[in-house]
């Protein structure tokens, strides 16, 4: 094989790889997943992390759900990014530290503090 054929089947490998790695965490991420903490900048939050509950459908929907409110809309993974789009409004991105069966894992700002939600699945 010559050296630009070498090349071009590197990079489809490369590519195939890519998307294999996307693929398999859009799909750890499908099913619903229930707050167990809620920490704001390292301590424990005001916030009741039992009642933030999250529902990511294979069709790429999701809805959310804490103290009676409701969010749904669409959402998409990108390497360790999760990208939501609610009905109405503006993309999100959080990013995904930690994505296992039974834990889902958020660090987000929120007005310039660091918050990390986990997950577990419910």
């Not at 809620?38 to 069709?59: K, N």
């Not at 360790?80 to 999100?92: A, E, M, R, V």
């Amino acid at each position: 094989m010559n050296p630009s054929g070498q090349i071009i089947l590197l990079l489809a490998v490369m590519v195939w790889l890519q998307a294999c790695s996307k693929n398999e965490k859009t799909n750890m991420i499908i099913g619903r997943w229930k707050g167990s903490e809620w920490l704001v900048e390292g301590s424990p939050s005001s916030h009741a992390p039992e009642q933030a509950i999250f529902t990511f459908s294979e069709d790429g929907t999701y809805s959310f759900e804490y103290a009676g409110d409701m969010e749904h809309g669409t959402y998409y993974v990108n390497n360790s990014q999760l990208f939501t789009t609610p009905d109405g409004g503006i993309k999100i991105m959080v990013k995904i530290p930690k994505l296992t069966r039974d834990t889902l894992i958020f660090d987000m700002n929120s007005g310039g503090q660091g918050e990390k939600l986990t997950l577990i699945r419910n």
